[in-house]
């Protein structure tokens, strides 16, 4: 069904853009292109899209931003994203990849193994697809009630921990947040990041503390500000802030983030 299926490619040179339409028209794709990150959002606006195929380095808005821009909207944030780049340095496909995109692939890519890796993709996302719309919707857990007990045994520690923020309750040893007594599904490296900073309530914490708790890595802190801002935009948008808005995670300039207690 491939015919049916609509890729964006996205790179500011026209020739490579040009190559990358016709490999992939061959294949029975449907081909949208733009020359940077802002024209391929003005494409998304007024197209249903099934993969993004993206090049980082261009004028504007970089790749790298465009990906950003794309997880940060509920709209288009389960469409595949695959980067194909001139940037092979295994820091830069660490990069890539640490930030959650589905594929990197570097120039020169051969046509069959760029066809590959799209099929592959958009396979994937089908199969995710069939399976959401198979399952049936469970319902919404409430907030977990206190256990009762037998006489003698008692929750550990860790157990009846629940970390509590304003109207903000976050049970660690359940990977469970209540936001308002509204229930937040969130990712395990969200989560982590959420929880270290609920501990730390009103403290400013680094970058780099960030990053080691969100990937278990040590860096300084202007990679770890690369991989967390569009961490932290997901969160707040998780959380039910707007675009634009820090809501409880608050962004402390040149510093680092802070967790102050969210309004009811």
Partial sequence: M???????????????????????????????????GHLALEQLRGES????????????????QLYECIRADTGLVRIPFV??????????VRYGKMLGVDDYLTKPVKPEDLLAAVEGRLRRARDLAGAASEGVRAPQPSPPAPLDLPPG???TERMAETIVVGVLRIAPAQ??????GRKIDLPAREFRVLEFLARRTGDVVTPHELVQVSHGIATDDIEAGAL??????????????????????????????????PEG
Avoid: K
Wanted: aromatic share 6%; with cysteine; charged share 20%.
């Fill in 2 to 36: 491939t015919s049916q299926m609509t890729i964006l490619v996205v790179d500011d040179q026209p020739e490579l853009l040009s190559g990358l339409q016709l490999t992939l028209e061959a294949a029975g794709y449907r081909v949208l292109v733009a020359e940077d």
């Fill in 228 to 261: 967390l801002r569009p961490l932290i935009r997901l969160l707040r948008r998780r959380l039910g802030y707007s675009v634009g808005e820090m809501g409880c995670v608050e962004n402390v300039r040149g510093v680092g983030y802070r967790l102050i207690a």
């Fill in 175 to 180: 990977h469970r947040v209540w936001l308002a």
């Fill in 153 to 155: 045994e008692h929750l």
């Fill in 49 to 64: 899209v099934d993969l993004i195929l993206a090049d980082i380095a261009m004028p504007e808005m970089n790749g790298y």
């Fill in 83 to 92: 980067f194909l780049t001139a940037r092979a340095l295994a820091s830069d």
